[in-house]
């Protein structure tokens, strides 16, 4: 049983002490249960606004699993981080060669949520522990029958109903999550992994992960989950911001950020509106997976193929740039850094720029990334810059699907005025993506000139991109891909892709 003083730690934690009758409503009505309808099947559905940070969040372990451990789902352990080294380059299972959601059997996506919920839960337990909540005396056979005179509504009902188990097995927690999934499945199922989540994290640590503590972490008034629960499924940690490390802010005090590397990553519409910086763990994870933000909602984006991810010479390049940079970057994201940093990231990237150059860059006493990237365009690729002699710049092309997780009436039937009944379904999207080769330093200056004279970041960067054979389409999904391919241009057939 909790302890009733845990009890209200944890529901003033998540809830508040104002939360309202509407955001408890929904996140009592939330289950976590896959969609009935073929061409959706892989993805877990959603009815109620505020749980998707949740839903979002286990349904890009889920296609973790779906996509590239499918052949692999019978083993318990194989969420263990050890058993997934061999396979992170270049493994697609069976189903994902296919390209066919509808061929997947009900139990296999069963183990692949239970393996997504015990890969979550031990991440957020450092690798040693999960704890898991349940609802104590709720047979399986009859949770939701057993469920109907159940309400939580304070922390009182917290303590009466809610009940843990610790795990120091994944074994072990595997089979008792298989085991009782109909409970997950349940109304109340978000919430239950959402306790577990932060239980098996310790309140104590989640409480100091966080930049500001006193703040529920449900937020009001709409009841959506924070960036802090999103960062804790996707890295263990329940911290507040997207960008890699910590910030110091001098004397004594910082900002925390993602700490490493993580499994699946995040894209934001927030970073496209230079609202924040999405740091380079979140935009590169290890798996071609990224939960999507919107301003009020998540969704998930995932490619069949983990080679989409992969970069030629002068993107590793760049990367590595690019995160010695962020690395220096005190401003939160402005893309700026003070000479002393300068020194520094060129020290780690073994950059030589003439002295005259390097004397131009340090003169105002603070390095712009624009400018510092400019002069890195003239620069011989011999002596660290970007300036490739061969011009062996490649154009990519690959495709990625979006899936959107709220349940969207369609008509069901043949089509014919009386044989086509409306249905609740998720929404997916395939979309074609090119992205055109880096940009030469001529290219640079003339974004440079049609950036200040239009005012307008998207129509430069769409100005500059080279002839596509595809029309290329635009919608907020586009402009999160281009935080993480600069540049890209997308086609799709039907609806235009939601990310709210």
Partial sequence: ELHPELAEKLWLMVFGSGVSKAVLAQWSNQGIRFSSDPETAMGLVQH?????????????????????????????????????LGQRRFY???????????????????????????EILFLCGTGKRAVVAFIGGVIREKVDAALEGISVESAI????????????????????????????????????????????????CIQADRDDPSQPLVTAPF?????????????????????????????????KGIPSDVEVGFLTLLESLNLCKVGQYLKCPKWPIWVVGSESHYTVLFALNPNVQEENELEERESKIRRAFDAQDQSGGGGFIAVEGFQQVLRDTDITFPSDKLDDLCNAGVIVWSEFWQALLQLDKRAGGMKDPTGLMGKKQFT??????????????????????????????????????????DEYLADVVSS???????DSVLSLAPPVQTACQHA?????????????????SGDVPSIV
């Fill in 48 to 84: 109620e606004g505020g749980p998707c940070g949740v839903l979002a969040t286990v349904q890009a372990y889920v296609l973790k699993y779906l996509l590239f451990f499918s052949d692999n789902l019978g083993n318990p352990e194989v969420s263990d981080p050890s058993f997934a």
């Fill in 452 to 458: 200040s004279a239009s005012g307008s970041k998207n």
């Fill in 157 to 204: 009902d917290f303590q009466k109903v809610l009940r843990i188990i610790t795990f120091t097995s994944r074994k072990d927690a595997f089979n008792m999550l298989l085991a009782n999934i109909p409970l997950f499945r349940s109304r109340l199922g978000a919430m239950l992994f959402l306790i577990s989540s932060l239980l098996s994290r310790g309140l104590d």
């Fill in 476 to 492: 907020p999904l586009v402009d999160c891909i281009r935080t993480r391919w600069p540049r890209a241009a997308c086609s799709w």
């Fill in 92 to 118: 697609q299972s069976s189903f994902a060669a296919r390209d066919d959601f509808s061929s997947l059997t009900e139990d296999g996506k069963t183990r692949a949520l239970v393996h997504a919920m015990v």
């Fill in 400 to 441: 990625i699907y979006h899936f959107n997780g709220i349940a969207k009436s369609v008509l069901n039937g043949s089509g014919n005025t009386g044989g086509s009944t409306p249905i609740q379904r998720p929404r997916i999207c395939k979309l074609n993506v090119s992205v055109p080769p880096r940009w030469t330093q």
């Fill in 223 to 255: 009841g959506h989950a924070s960036q802090e629960i999103v960062n804790l499924l996707l890295c263990g940690e329940a911290v507040p911001n997207v960008f890699d490390g910590k910030m110091d802010l001098g004397g004594g005090m910082s900002l």
